[in-house]
Nanobody, 120 residues
């Protein structure tokens, strides 16, 4: 059974940092793209960032570029999202996803989500 398990969410003040982790299991992700979406209350799900497992190329949304960095740890099958200079508008549930494309438009697998709350 394929699983993506997120961790690292929490409450932080504006300007602070958090690092989210997504641990994958149940299959090899070497041919996949893994990354993050977020969804704030009353808003549509928004793409945040993605990384290709093979080669490490990345794709980052303009709204977080320069503040968020996605990376991976091959041996641990884990993808990270380092979030710096957090803003209240970054408050959302962050979901890990895996799929074949850099936009993760056709993601096949999803995590359960982790809450990030940024206070002003």
């Amino acid at each position: 059974q394929v699983q993506l398990v997120e961790s690292g969410g929490g409450l932080v003040q504006a300007g602070g940092s958090l690092r989210l982790s997504c641990a994958g299991s149940g299959r090899t992700f070497s041919n996949d793209v893994m990354g993050w979406f977020r969804q704030a209350p009353g808003k549509e799900r928004e793409f945040v960032a993605a990384i290709r497992w093979s080669g490490g190329s990345t794709n980052t949304a303009d709204s977080v570029k320069g503040r968020f960095t996605i990376s991976r740890h091959n041996a641990e099958n884990t993808v990270y999202l380092q979030m710096n200079s957090l803003k209240p508008e970054d408050t959302a549930v962050y979901y890990c996803a895996a799929g074949p494309t850099m936009s993760l438009r056709y993601a096949n697998y999803w995590g359960q989500g982790t809450q990030v709350t940024v206070s002003s």
